[in-house]
């Protein structure tokens, strides 16, 4: 029973990876193939295409990598026919997922969603139900997306609680003086954001020297940007590769918004969220996709805020995201005080949102191996 992971970027690759110990874990013999990176490769599937460090978000970047990717997805389908693929689990990346999903279906292979698109976060129901019509089964990562896909196609939604904690280490009490900057893994994220993360980080440092400022790095090619950046701009840091450790050891951290900020909440360590975006791409979110942030999602981007309802974690984006808006917003974090206090009653509330039951890969691997029954008509 060969199986096909496709994948997009690094929270995706790292989820995949503890999907296929899982499954190798349940059956050795196993064959996996993928789109994804590293951590995916360690865990023991071939890798296709490595796509991780590709990833993009915005429009207009999205555009610049578009003929990339649009060549990976011709090569992806023609992998799968020849190689008899039976199951295809997708993760995220929504973008080039939802197509794959809905070709795979039309050729009855069987399609896995984890970490579904977030139609149900953006009130979409149409698109929802078309793609849950191509999914086997829809795994679900927190509560009210189970609810939402429950009241589709109850027999395919399945929920074992969030895999984020099953991953991250448990919560250190002991903290260093340390401020984090988690700048995000994709090219342009660290384009657009590290600047004003290391403007804010030389003043804080200057004023604080008992502080150190160590940056979250996701790969060599990363790295060395990051390097060359904190050069540039003569703020001293310490690149760290494993970014859990790093969020137990941190005092507060500066984020772009995605992942990183739940895991912060789920540490239970303070974070402001930031995101800066081309003017182009964000001229775009303001006309079209805005409006439908404040409708669906109370007017958040960061998760831990979304799933409160409330904001719970400082959020600057765009221009509101200065080096002085940043550290006046980190400063009170930093130190014993009431907001730090508050901030991390807050985040053991999301923490609480997001318990895994035991052994929740586990269960997704069962998910995956049942018996399927496919054919692929050519084409």
């Given amino acids: 029973m060969p199986i096909f992971i496709s994948v997009g970027e690094s929270s995706g690759d790292m989820h995949a990876a503890h999907v296929i110990q899982a499954i190798k874990h349940l059956n050795p013999t196993t064959t996996i193939y993928g789109n994804g990176g590293k951590k995916m490769a360690d865990a023991g599937c071939t890798i296709i295409h490595n796509v991780v460090n590709k990833s993009s978000i915005g429009f207009l970047e999205g555009l610049v990598k578009a003929p990339y990717f649009l060549g990976v997805f011709k090569r992806t389908k023609a992998f799968i026919l020849t190689h008899n693929i039976d199951t295809v689990l997708v993760i995220d990346h929504q973008g080039f997922n939802i197509p794959l999903a809905k070709w795979c279906h039309q050729r009855n292979i069987r399609i896995i969603s984890f970490i579904s698109p977030q139609f149900w976060m953006w009130g979409k129901k149409r698109s929802a139900i078309q793609f849950t019509s191509y999914c086997h089964k829809i795994i679900c990562i927190f509560k009210e997306e189970f609810e939402y896909y429950s009241t589709i196609a109850p027999e395919k939604a399945r929920f074992y609680g969030h895999p984020l904690g099953a991953i991250l280490p448990p919560p250190s009490p002991i903290k260093k003086d340390i401020l984090g900057l988690f700048p995000g893994s994709r090219e342009q994220e660290i384009d657009h954001c590290l600047p004003v993360m290391l403007t804010a980080a030389r003043q804080i440092i200057a004023d604080n020297p008992r502080l150190e400022c160590h940056i979250a790095v996701t790969s060599s090619q990363a790295e060395t940007h990051i390097k060359a ?115 991390v009653q807050q985040f053991n509330r999301v923490r609480q949102l997001c318990q895994p039951e035991p052994g929740i890969f586990e269960a997704i691997a069962k998910d995956i191996m049942d018996s399927p029954t496919t054919s692929h008509p050519s084409g």
């Fill in 229 to 343: 950046m904190s050069t540039a701009m003569d703020c001293p840091v310490v690149i760290r590769h494993d970014s859990h450790a790093l969020i137990n050891d941190v005092q507060a951290s500066l984020v772009a918004s995605g992942t990183v900020s739940l895991e912060h909440a789920i540490l239970g360590v303070p974070c402001v969220v930031l995101y800066k975006f081309s003017w182009l791409s964000h001229a775009i979110l303001k006309a079209f996709i805005w409006p439908k942030i404040k409708t669906h999602c109370s007017g958040f981007v960061a998760l831990p805020n979304i799933l409160s309802k409330k904001q719970v974690c400082q959020e600057l984006l765009q221009n509101d995201a200065s080096s002085s808006a940043l550290q006046q917003a980190i400063l009170p974090l930093l130190v014993d005080s009431p907001e730090r206090t508050r901030l």
